[in-house]
């Protein structure tokens, strides 16, 4: 499903779900990525998706919209991993309440997993803790084995 959006109808496409969030500039190649780590594909509200968008700040951009759906920090993180250029845009009745980038705090926990296989966090039951030393680049160190995972051997839970 793409939907087509050039520049003038984009305040109109925007406010077009009654409440919700809509997930603009994400890059194209991630759209599906994101609906996947917030489990859009599986949530039953109604959702509109676009990518390939014309972006003149970015060439090429993705859009998710998705209605009665507010996202909490944890799953902020997780769009800021994905799609860091990201911007949430809050709909309350048809009006924009809340307009921010999604930024990527300084450390992370139970978003993702840790690269190391042998990690106690990948044989205990323990929520994953990482710090942030590279945001630009996505590079989370583990809080408990010290290694580093970063943007090409990313994992989300
Ligand atoms: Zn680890």
Do not use: W
């Not at 944890?74 to 799609?83: D, M, R, T």
């Not at 296989?117 to 323990?126: Q, V, Y």
Request: proline share 3%.
């Amino acid at each position: 499903m793409i939907i087509g959006m050039d520049a003038p109808r984009k305040e109109l496409q925007v406010s077009a779900i009654e409440n919700g969030t809509v997930i603009d500039h994400i890059p194209s190649k991630n759209v599906f990525q994101v609906i996947k780590i917030l489990g859009l594909d599986l949530c039953e509200e109604q959702i509109l998706f676009g990518t390939n968008l014309e972006s003149k700040k970015y060439g090429k951009k993705g859009i998710v919209k998705v209605s009665n759906r507010f996202f909490q920090s944890e799953e902020i993180n997780k769009i800021g991993l994905a799609a860091p250029t990201a911007t949430l845009i809050v709909i309350k009745n048809y009006q924009v309440v809340e307009k921010k980038k999604v930024e990527i705090p300084g450390q992370i926990e139970k978003v993702v997993k840790c690269v190391n296989p042998n990690c106690i966090t990948n044989h205990e039951n323990m929520i994953t803790r990482f710090n942030v030393v590279d945001k630009e680049n996505i590079k989370l160190q583990c809080h408990y084995c010290e290694k580093t995972t970063d943007k090409t051997s990313l994992e989300f839970i």
